[in-house]
């Protein structure tokens, strides 16, 4: 189902506008790619009552991507932007910022 795409993306630079290890991981063991990290610096701070869900990470991801794109002093081929969320109830919940809000999170769960 991926060949076509492995084809086309074979030999050229991919970027992961993120620091995860395990997106690159994933990314690379189920595309056969190399993937180069780099983080994007995008703040994350969309007002999250303007956005769906699934539309706050699709911007996010944009966002992140964009970003990365316009601090590249190299050529790339493909930048893949991406953002987690859990969301409950039309609510949207982020990577918690230490354990305290981490706690509070999963007991709002």
Known sequence: MLGPI????E????????????????LEKNLGLTIQIVPSNF????DKTKFTPANYVVENSRLKA????QNLKEDWHLI????TIV????KIY???????DAYRILKSL
Do not use: F, T, W, Y
């Open 6 to 9: 492995r084809q086309l993306l």
């Open 11 to 26: 030999n050229k630079k991919i970027i992961l506008a993120s620091g995860s290890s395990r997106r690159k991981e994933i």
């Open 43 to 46: 703040p994350e701070n969309l």
């Open 66 to 69: 964009l970003d990365v794109a």
């Open 80 to 83: 893949i932007g991406s953002d």
């Open 87 to 90: 969301e409950m109830d039309n």
């Open 94 to 100: 982020e990577k918690p910022m230490d354990k305290k």
